[in-house]
């Protein structure tokens, strides 16, 4: 099973969609909203999780300032229903599952992009 934590601006209906579907979601929203991003890191570290966002400070963060956690998902989906969100995301945790430790994932509406860390 995959653990995520889900930033603070991952929309509350795609974390449900997800723990609909037997992911283990932990919410910034619902927990800690209002924490920097150097906090959800380290709550993600705690988790042992994968952190999905929609903030690109985390690509700056993670490969900058070499701060990392288990991987980042970076969903770009612009113009799609968060229903739409929620299945590309879904979709992407399982097809990707064995790709996504040790790694920043840009997830646009056509493409997947996986960057390995090397730190």
Known sequence: MIRIVAD?????????QLRNNDFDVYSI???????????VLNITKQYNAILL????????????????????????LHNQTNIEKANKIQNLLEKY??????SFVVLNKDKVRIIKFNF
Request: some cysteine; proline content about 0%; hydrophobic content about 35%.
């Open 53 to 76: 966002t929609a903030d690109k400070d985390f690509g700056e963060i993670a490969f900058k300032n070499k701060e990392m956690c288990k991987g980042i998902v970076l969903y770009r």
């Open 8 to 16: 603070e601006n991952v929309d509350h209906n795609i974390v449900i």
């Open 29 to 39: 929203l619902e927990n800690n909203a209002g924490i920097s991003d150097l906090e």
């Open 97 to 102: 599952q064995s790709h996504l430790e040790n």
